[in-house]
């Protein structure tokens, strides 16, 4: 069986998983803190990184991007029938997404508002730029789950927890968006590729006191006292 090594939170590791999960292909998962990396974790990544997926024949593999394309390879794809133009367009949508991931890190981390709105414009320029190109959904490309919808899982899916803590929508402005986000939270695929105590972890780290989201994303509180962002939160 495959075997998955993983950070609880990290965004990197959630496409991963997510892929496993949509093509429903068996896979272990082990956990380590990447405060304190295991020697038998340094020994399979060269990186330092997860995810980590070791295959059936025990073979290491790192960078979330080439295990992704393994899984491709060594399994049925999620939209069959694609042109390689299709294919190529697919990995570019999903590289759109990926890039993000640490920007949206960073910018939930934001410890007021002002640093919040500086860093989430970045962020916002990835949303708009899908929204303009979504269609009639509910997915990336219409009807079938697609590896560009697993891309942008992670992100949505964090949008959402924000949401549902602060009151706070990163996807306001964008109703395509917002849709698509609905669509895959329903397909149960985001809950399904996480620890069972993800949201717990992930409002410890992200949605704490110390972050402008973490305490409601209220304008009109004061700053919290000054606290040096923590580092673990992502990956590579």
Not at 23 to 33: C, M, N, R, T
Not at 128 to 144: I, V
Not at 161 to 182: C, E, F, I, N, R
Request: proline share 6%; glycine share 6%.
């Amino acid at each position: 069986m495959i075997r998955i090594i993983s950070f609880k939170i990290c965004p990197f590791v959630q496409r991963v998983t997510a892929l496993l999960e949509a093509k429903q292909v068996p896979y272990q998962i082990d956990y380590i803190s990447l405060s304190d990396k295991p020697d038998w974790f340094l020994a399979l990544s060269p990186t330092g990184q997860v995810p980590v997926l070791v295959t059936e024949g025990g073979v290491p593999l790192f960078v979330s991007d080439a295990i992704i394309e393994y899984i491709d390879e060594v399994s049925a794809p999620l939209q069959a029938d694609l042109t390689p133009e299709q294919r190529a367009l697919s990995r570019a949508w999903s590289h759109q997404a990926s890039k993000h991931y640490l920007v949206q890190c960073s910018t939930m981390q934001s410890a007021d508002k002002a640093t919040y709105e500086d860093r989430v414009a970045k962020l916002s320029k990835s949303f708009e730029k899908a929204e303009a190109q979504l269609g009639d959904g509910p997915y990336f490309s219409g009807q079938t789950l697609g590896n560009v919808d697993i891309a942008w899982l992670p992100l949505l899916h964090r949008a959402a927890l924000v949401t549902d803590h602060s009151g706070h929508d990163m996807l306001a402005a964008y109703p395509k968006v917002k849709a698509w986000q609905q669509a895959l939270l329903q397909s149960g695929i985001p809950q399904k590729s996480v620890a069972e105590d993800f949201t717990t972890r992930f409002s410890d780290f992200y949605l704490a006191d110390r972050t402008w989201l973490g305490r409601g994303a209220n304008m009109d509180e004061a700053p919290a006292t000054s606290a040096p962002e923590r580092s673990g939160g992502c990956c590579g």
